[in-house]
């Protein structure tokens, strides 16, 4: 039976999230149905990582099995004549029966957008975080360097964080400035629920000078949430690649263009 991986893309402001839920729509609901239209048969498919409502993502990898073949590019081109116009595939590939679109990943990487000028965005606002009070990127980037390696993210973590225990290992995090948008990058093996978001929140208090940069460190030794800040909004979320072994070769989104103007 083949299996098969896809590339999804979405603007996530119009979902109730990834999964499907009884009561509102999500992007998974969406996505199985197309599929379904494409394979003639019903199709489940299986997420990287589950966004939460109102998040983005551009490098979103799921994975399905399917009793039937279709022709190259037919799980794009078909598949997305099927979908609403905020949910694309992007690509295709066919993978090894012991390929898995969440186990089998061995990072993920999200980038938080913000637009930083006195005015809010007219234009963009479901799409990135508008904060109105100058930011002190240059420290931003230094407090966040206290989050790299294991650590124990409690106080980073959502009250109703479903995971069996909060450490994660923190790859890489940047924090950088192109004109009035702020990026904030931050790569680890796993997230805990609310974890970028709330990372952000606090780094948010150290670049308008509300808390100094050792602050962050401080916050990794409380393991307390309520001692950290408010959550940051959804919507300058994205999940923007899923890092895999080696052996599998997918299409990779290119961030470096992602709303650098």
């Known amino acids: ?14 979902y109730c999230g990834w999964q499907k839920q009884q009561d509102c729509h999500g992007v998974q609901e969406h996505l199985e149905s197309a599929l ?6 019903p199709i489940e498919v299986f997420c990287a990582g589950r966004t939460d409502r109102g998040v983005h993502a551009i490098g979103q990898v799921v994975h399905f099995d399917t009793s039937v073949t279709r022709p190259v590019d037919a799980w794009v081109r078909g598949t997305n004549t ?23 990943a061995v990072a993920r990487r999200y980038r938080y957008v913000i637009v930083n000028r006195p005015v809010r965005s007219a234009l963009f606002y479901a799409q990135q975080t508008s904060v109105t009070r100058p930011l002190n990127v240059e420290l931003m980037h230094l407090a966040a360097q206290s989050l790299l390696g294991e650590h124990d993210f409690s106080s980073f973590r959502a009250a109703e964080c479903q995971a069996h225990h909060p450490n994660r290992h923190v790859i890489e995090v940047t924090v950088m400035r192109e004109g009035d948008f702020v990026f904030v990058d931050i790569e680890a093996n796993a997230f805990l629920h609310h974890m970028v978001r709330n990372i952000v929140g606090s780094l948010l208090k150290v670049g308008q000078g509300d808390r100094p940069v050792s602050w ?21 979320l994205y999940l923007t690649h899923v890092r895999y072994p080696e052996h599998y070769t997918f299409k990779q989104v290119n961030m470096a263009d992602l709303w650098k103007r």
């Not at 379904?36 to 048969?41: L, N, Q, R, S």
């Not at 099927?82 to 898995?100: C, G």
């Not at 962050?216 to 300058?236: C, F, H, W």
């Open 1 to 14: 039976m083949p299996r098969i991986a896809l590339g999804i893309e979405y603007l996530g402001f119009s």
């Open 36 to 41: 379904a239209k494409i394979a003639c048969e």
């Open 82 to 104: 099927h979908l609403p116009n905020d949910i694309r595939v992007t690509w295709q590939e066919t993978v090894d029966e012991a390929f898995h679109a969440r186990f089998s």
């Open 216 to 236: 962050i460190t401080d916050l990794l030794e409380l393991r307390d949430r309520t001692k950290a800040a408010p959550t940051a909004p959804a919507n300058g």
